[in-house]
T-cell receptor, first 112, second 113 residues
Framework: GENVEQHPSTLSVQEGDSAVIKCTYS??????FPWYKQELGKRPQLIID?????GEKKDQRIAVTLNKTAKHFSLHITETQPEDSAVYFC???????????FGAGTILRVKS | DSGVTQTPKHLITATGQRVTLRCSPR?????VYWYQQSLDQGLQFLIH???????AKGNILERFSAQQFPDLHSELNLSSLELGDSALYFC????????????FGPGTRLLVL
């Protein structure tokens, strides 16, 4: 089945710097790749997603890139702010079913 | 507030017991998804229902079962509980049979003693 690996497990950046979180997936049939943000004690929230027919997607300070050949996708956050501090999860949905497989999560700390 | 409601918010029970978690989706949403979040296993997809029918199964144990009722609310039943079942259980709902419009509920925190 699908396996999603996420790196790094923790990331500390200075306010204003960029943050990059990377995920690799194993099932080449996966076609949907969402990113979730989870603040402490709160529910996960979808922040951006990408489908396999698109290489890059942006939404203000957040962007996601997908490399289907290498089977990896990345979350890019520019001009980080303290409120970006949270746990970020990547996920992949295999093409053969509706399962959603998550990465282990990245704790992002933005230091002001 | 996502519009998805879950009850109870907290649940404390003993090993070997059985509990039922309830989820009410947003008005108009036909899909309900269940997730388990624990410290050692991370966030895991358990099961997905669409308009009363099971659509996909993830890492759901045989001791766990779920159903979606005609009014579209869903229940997750956990039986023969073990210490390792202690976790935060989220449900989410979406309009269509897709992930993109998924909204998470506030979760039910289960503690098995």
């Amino acid at each position: 089945g699908e396996n999603v690996e996420q790196h790094p497990s923790t990331l500390s950046v200075q306010e204003g710097d960029s943050a990059v979180i990377k995920c690799t997936y194993s099932d080449s049939a996966s076609n949907y790749f969402p990113w979730y943000k989870q603040e402490l004690g709160k529910r996960p929230q979808l922040i951006i997603d990408i489908r396999s027919n698109v290489g890059e997607k942006k939404d203000q300070r957040i962007a996601v890139t997908l490399n289907k050949t290498a089977k990896h996708f990345s979350l890019h956050i520019t001009e980080t702010q303290p409120e970006d501090s949270a746990v970020y999860f990547c996920a992949a949905s295999p093409g053969y079913g509706n399962k959603l497989v998550f990465g282990a999560g990245t704790i992002l700390r933005v230091k002001s | 507030d996502s519009g998805v409601t879950q009850t109870p918010k907290h649940l404390i029970t003993a090993t070997g017991q059985r509990v039922t978690l309830r989820c009410s989706p947003r008005s108009g949403d036909l899909s309900v998804y269940w997730y388990q979040q624990s410290l050692d296993q991370g966030l895991q997809f358990l099961i997905h229902y669409y308009n009363g029918e099971e659509r996909a199964k993830g890492n759901i144990l045989e001791r766990f079962s779920a159903q979606q009722f005609p009014d579209l609310h869903s229940e997750l039943n956990l039986s023969s509980l073990e210490l390792g079942d202690s976790a935060l259980y989220f449900c989410a709902s979406s309009v269509a049979n897709s992930w993109e419009t998924q909204y998470f509920g506030p979760g039910t925190r289960l503690l098995v003693l």
